[in-house]
């Protein structure tokens, strides 16, 4: 049975109707599917984490292809639907909690105890409304992940994905880019999804960094400068960073951005992220 036909006998079946405000659009595409699946790289050695895995499509295939599945889903509807379809399976285990309260760290412990797996990696097609928090939770809890293979909204994926320095990077890129190198797999139209979001989306993977990308005193001094820069980046940055009170004074920040070599009239995104690790060491000096 294709995916369209299986998506709507499910749908009918358990009475639902798929709900916006939890980022319901389910997949029925089966080449997209197995182009996520094939692009996560996963193996019958890997521990895969899926986060709304909704009515149980890209799941199904995880389940075959992976050593163990385990998925996060705060929809008690989606749970009523995915223990019937999976309880059968052993390498299955569903947790009906809220991805982004959960606690990661608790859940992989625990599987580390029960399961010999080689390495773990988060496949999802995430509810869009909650993309950023779901991602910086995986990167920042430091959970030991292989990769982070995600469908989400293609705007973001561009945000996200961007190179540091470039026109298209804002804060979330330097954050990305400290803890994963990251890279598209492929582009997905609406009409790959019932209902059909409003948005093209995109699928992108983040292979996460052994050491993050640049070395600093302390990042979070580095990475409250990098908002900073980005709360006003219409503003040439030695504005921003004077505004945002960063620096006392445009003649302070001066000081610093010539030992950097950085220009008066310089904006945040043409910043490379070592510039601004080096920026928060001088200022923490
Ligand atoms: N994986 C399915 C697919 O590809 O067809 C569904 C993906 S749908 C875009 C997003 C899923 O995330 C939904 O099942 C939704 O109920 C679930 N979800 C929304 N908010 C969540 C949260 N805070 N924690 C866990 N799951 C959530």
Redesign the pocket.
């Known amino acids: 049975m294709d995916k369209l036909e299986e998506?709507k006998q499910l749908l009918k079946k358990y009475k639902i109707r798929a709900?916006k405000s939890?980022?319901?659009?389910?997949?029925?595409d089966g080449n997209v599917i197995e182009q996520i699946i094939t692009g996560s790289d996963i193996s019958k050695e890997d521990l895969v984490i899926?986060?709304?895995?909704?009515?149980?499509?890209?799941?199904n295939e995880l389940i075959q292809r992976a050593k163990k599945v385990i998925a996060?889903?705060?929809?008690p509807k989606?749970i009523t639907i995915l223990q019937d379809r999976f309880s059968k399976e052993e390498n299955f285990e569903i947790i009906f909690?809220?991805?982004?309260t959960c606690d990661l760290q608790q859940i992989l412990k625990q599987e580390q105890e029960k399961t010999n797996y080689s390495s773990i990696k988060v496949v999802?097609?995430?509810?869009?409304?909650?993309t950023t928090p779901i991602m910086m939770k995986l990167l920042e809890e430091k959970l030991p992940l292989a990769s982070i293979t995600v469908?989400i909204q293609k705007e973001v994926a561009e945000r996200l994905i961007a190179i540091p320095g470039t026109k298209n990077a804002g804060a979330i890129t330097y954050s990305i880019y400290y803890y994963a190198k990251s890279g598209k797999i492929l582009e997905v139209p609406n009409s790959c999804?019932i209902p059909e979001p409003e948005v093209t989306s995109e699928v992108i993977q983040l292979q996460i960094r052994e050491k993050p990308a640049v070395k600093t005193k302390d990042p979070k001094v580095m990475f409250s400068i990098i908002k900073s820069a980005f709360m006003q980046r219409r503003k040439t940055l030695v504005n921003a960073l004077v505004n945002t009170k960063v620096f006392i004074n445009k003649e302070e920040a001066m000081k610093i951005f010539n030992q950097l070599g950085i220009e008066e009239k310089a904006r945040a995104e043409e910043i490379p992220m070592e510039t601004y690790a080096k920026m928060a060491d001088l200022i923490l000096s």
Request: glycine fraction near 10%; hydrophobic fraction near 45%; charged fraction near 10%.
């Open positions: 998506t709900n939890l980022g319901q659009n389910f997949l029925i899926e986060i709304g895995p909704g009515l149980g499509t890209l799941t996060i889903e705060l929809d989606m909690q809220d991805v982004l999802a097609n995430l509810p869009y409304y909650i469908m999804f």
